[in-house]
């Protein structure tokens, strides 16, 4: 059941990945993007038609509130009010996609729950990175040859 589960989310990827519009570049967001693929897969228990399916619908949806982000960085409430315009048109999409309005809402909880934990996650590593400092802010020795004379 494993072997079924990660052959899926590996085919699941790559279709997300070949419909996006723009390559994301290798690198740090390359995988969170893949861990965020695999997790709304299994939060959602999607299957392999209704993953074909859900990824292109999503993938819009999330260009949607990124433009917003764009064009209304310096108004707060202007992009609330146009994400909140985006996920009441993209809750009726989700709707065709899973026929059922509460996994439709379910993709939402989904992000929502995906970016805490990002953010916590981030949080304890900048914490176990700053706990490494010394005082003033600098690491301490790690070894090799200090100063003059070892």
Same mark, same amino acid.
């Given at each position: 059941?494993?072997? %079924?589960?990660? !052959?899926?989310? !590996?085919? #699941? ?6 419909? #996006?519009?723009?390559?994301?570049? =290798? ?6 993007? =893949?861990?965020? %693929?695999? &997790? ?6 999607? @299957? ?9 619908? &999503? ?12 064009? $209304?960085? @310096?108004?707060?409430? =202007? ?5 909140? $315009? !985006? ?11 899973? $026929?059922?309005? #509460? ?46 004379? $070892?």
């Amino acid at each position: 059941m494993k072997k %079924i589960l990660l !052959v899926w989310m !590996v085919w #699941a990827m790559g279709i997300t990945l070949s419909t #996006a519009q723009e390559p994301s570049p =290798a690198g740090p967001g390359h995988s969170i993007e =893949a861990i965020k %693929i695999a &997790y709304m897969t299994k939060q959602l228990g999607l @299957s392999a038609e209704e993953a074909q399916r859900f990824w292109p619908v &999503y993938n819009k949806y999330m260009d949607e509130v990124k433009r917003a982000r764009r064009e $209304n960085r @310096s108004d707060e409430l =202007a992009f609330e009010e146009k994400v909140l $315009n !985006v996920r009441k048109q993209y809750r009726g999409e989700f709707g065709k996609v899973f $026929n059922d309005e #509460a996994r439709a809402n379910k993709v939402f909880q989904c992000d929502k729950n995906f970016g805490m934990m990002m953010r916590e996650e981030w949080q304890k590593r900048r914490q176990l990175r700053d706990g490494m400092s010394g005082p003033g802010g600098t690491r301490p020795f790690r070894g090799g040859k200090q100063g003059g004379g $070892n």
